[in-house]
């Protein structure tokens, strides 16, 4: 994949969109370069990182990290398509590469966006109230609350499919109520259901089912209830273990993770507070947001093993946790700081033995992270 490189050059140009200057990239340091015959055979080549923006500020954006270059690259869309005139768009909600080609989901634009990798328009899929995305074979998936931001009286959510070459929506399936994140296991997509909407006044509307999507036949095949309500991430283990994260309805339970073995008939509930989650082999990487913790889940025991990853007493500079990767290759995990939602954020990247590496300012509210495979 051709790299970032030409971004940098682009920082002394200046140009105009009508009256308005296009921003260009700032540069930070991630560390020395690296010759790319250095790097093992999966290891990621750099990143994209999606930063969401406050609720109808207009301000999502698109960082690279080039671990090649050794640079870090905030807010490349601008630069890349001096002629979208509203820029990105409205909050930034999920990021995946798929193939040779970026896919970033704009919640409040209503809309994914489709790039090539040097963050390049291609084109754009709307989609109402647009959440999260998976893909299989040559068509897109994309979660949808389909009703209005915040509407209690939103009907049921729906998956839309697209194809991933003429970027046309070709099916949708209707699913439960204000559905988010989903996981691809052989010909099913599982996608969890929040009613995040319609609990927000009542906690005993929020949904507690996981609703199971047939590819073939693109209709429901199977409703499985958990046990917990409020659901919002999903995510499958080395092992095919369905991992959950239940928000609890902020009354009378609190966030916990489940997780289940095929042929997921029963999930058990950890009874752990977590806010987000990152998968890395055997070890579930997790944080509480509220109480600020950090810890390790063995995915073969289900126990923890960890309370407090971060070993260098950096974690009491990040502010308010809001994103948890970890890198593939290396098991490097990355934390995105909101700090107060309204201002820059921060990316760090700790060692696995837990120690801060680096870490670089974001755009605001950094929230999906997607790493750059080499080719």
Not at 126 to 139: A, E, L
Not at 222 to 250: C, F, H, K, M, P
Not at 273 to 279: D, E, W
Not at 284 to 305: C, E, F, M, R
Request: aromatic share 10%; charged share 20%.
């Amino acid at each position: 994949m051709k790299k970032l490189l030409f971004i940098i050059s682009a920082i002394v140009l200046t140009a105009c969109r009508g009256n308005d200057p296009v921003l260009t990239p700032d540069t930070y340091d991630l560390g020395a370069p690296r010759d790319a015959s250095t790097f093992a055979a999966d290891e990621p080549h750099g990143f994209f990182l999606l930063n969401q923006g406050n609720m109808g500020s207009n301000k999502a954006t698109i960082d690279y990290g080039d671990f090649v270059t050794g640079k870090y690259l905030r807010n490349i869309f601008p630069s890349r398509n001096p002629s979208v005139v509203k820029e990105l768009g409205d909050v930034g909600n999920d990021l995946q590469i798929y193939g040779d080609r970026l896919y970033a989901v704009i919640n409040a634009s209503h809309k994914v966006e489709v790039m090539d990798l040097e963050a390049h328009r291609i084109g754009q899929i709307d989609i109402p109230n647009c959440r999260y995305m998976v893909f299989s074979g040559s068509k897109g998936y994309v979660s949808s609350f389909v009703g209005g931001i915040g509407d209690a009286d939103s009907p049921h959510g729906a998956v839309y499919e697209f194809d991933i070459q003429s970027l046309e929506v070709t099916r949708s399936v209707s699913v439960g109520f204000q559905p988010e994140q989903m996981a691809l296991m052989g010909n099913s997509i599982y996608i969890v259901n929040s009613g995040g909407y319609r609990g927000y006044d009542n906690p005993d509307n929020y949904e507690r089912t996981v609703s199971v999507i047939d590819l073939a036949s693109f209709a429901v095949v199977r409703t499985i209830d958990v046990g917990a309500v409020n659901l919002l991430r999903i995510a499958a283990d080395e092992q095919e273990q369905l991992w959950i994260l239940s928000q609890g309805d902020y009354v009378n339970t609190t966030s916990t993770l489940l997780v289940a073995k095929p042929p997921y008939d029963n999930f058990e509930n950890l009874n752990i507070r977590c806010s987000n989650f990152a998968l890395h082999g055997d070890k579930l990487y997790y944080y509480d947001g509220n109480a600020k913790t950090y810890g390790i889940i063995s995915t073969t025991s289900h126990s923890v093993i960890n309370t407090s990853f971060i070993t260098d007493g950096t974690d009491k500079t990040i502010d308010m946790p809001y994103l948890i990767t970890a890198n593939p290759s290396t098991g490097e995990v990355m934390i995105g700081d909101a700090k107060n939602y309204v201002s820059s954020g921060t990316l760090s990247c700790y060692t696995p033995q837990g120690s801060l590496r680096w870490r670089v300012t974001t755009g605001d509210i950094p929230a999906a992270l997607a790493w750059v495979k080499p080719e």
